[in-house]
């Protein structure tokens, strides 16, 4: 069983900044992909950024929307995964949620069994 606690989520202005994280139970956290869903008021939850666990190689995916401004990374040993949200839109806002699986990096959501409770993410204009 993994159990996932996102923070650092808040209110920000367009152009700022914000870093969330995604702290993992359980000894084995470094085989697991974790990702990074969000979801809208009003909008079906979407892919934004994953990375792979070490038997895939530690790769990074990311939402075409997201490419550039934002940056998925993993400690290991702190058993975290951060996500660096840079330049962020007022279509950034939405409820931010960590996930995570056994096995190769994916992207839809449906194929991750973890999930935490999520962080509300609010860019104003």
């Known amino acids: 069983q993994v159990q996932l606690v996102e923070s650092g989520g808040g209110l920000v202005q367009a152009g700022g900044s914000l870093r969330l994280s995604c702290a993992a139970s359980?000894?084995?956290?470094?085989?697991?992909?974790v990702a990074w869903f969000r979801q809208a008021p009003g909008k079906e939850r979407e892919f934004v950024a994953a990375?792979?666990?070490?038997?895939?190689?530690?790769?990074?995916s990311y939402a075409d929307s997201v490419k550039g401004r934002f940056t998925i990374s993993r400690d290991n040993a702190k058993n975290t995964v951060s996500l660096q949200m840079n330049s962020l839109k007022p279509e950034d806002t939405a409820i931010y949620y960590c996930?995570?699986?056994?096995?190769?990096?994916?992207?839809?959501?449906?194929?991750?069994?973890?999930w935490g409770q999520g962080t509300q993410v609010t860019v104003s204009s």
């Open positions: 996930a995570a699986r056994y096995g190769i990096l994916a992207t839809r959501e449906e194929e991750y069994i973890y």
């Open positions: 359980g000894r084995t956290f470094s085989i697991f992909a």
């Open positions: 990375t792979a666990g070490v038997v895939d190689g530690g790769r990074t």
